[in-house]
């Protein structure tokens, strides 16, 4: 079964990732795909404490950058002002 990839930056990225492992095409994506599918079959605890570790990096930086959590979320027009989009969602 063939797989055609149309997106030039998938492509560029698959080649990248087989030049820097010296393998074929084929190679590299069976090889991506399925580090992501090893992922998802994490136990939970590694999973937790994964997460955990990433949290704590978090809030090292927000220590150190004195980043403070927002007082409220933006709302969708604000992020679309943000953004740049007019009422029909174009630049």
């Known amino acids: 079964m063939a797989l055609n990839i149309k997106?030039?930056?998938?492509?560029?990225?698959?080649?990248?990732?087989?030049?820097?492992?010296?393998?074929?095409?084929?190679?590299?994506?069976?090889?991506?795909?399925r580090s992501e599918l090893d992922k998802d079959e994490l136990p939970e605890e590694e999973k937790e404490r994964r997460v955990a570790a990433a949290m704590a990096r978090m809030e090292a930086l927000?220590?150190?950058?004195?980043?403070?959590?927002?007082?409220?979320?933006?709302?969708?027009q604000e992020m679309d002002d943000i953004i740049g989009y007019d009422e029909n969602g174009m630049w």
């Open 7 to 33: 997106d030039p930056e998938t492509e560029k990225a698959v080649r990248t990732l087989a030049r820097r492992r010296g393998t074929s095409l084929t190679e590299a994506v069976r090889h991506a795909v």
């Open 62 to 76: 927000d220590r150190k950058y004195g980043i403070k959590p927002a007082e409220r979320s933006m709302t969708k």
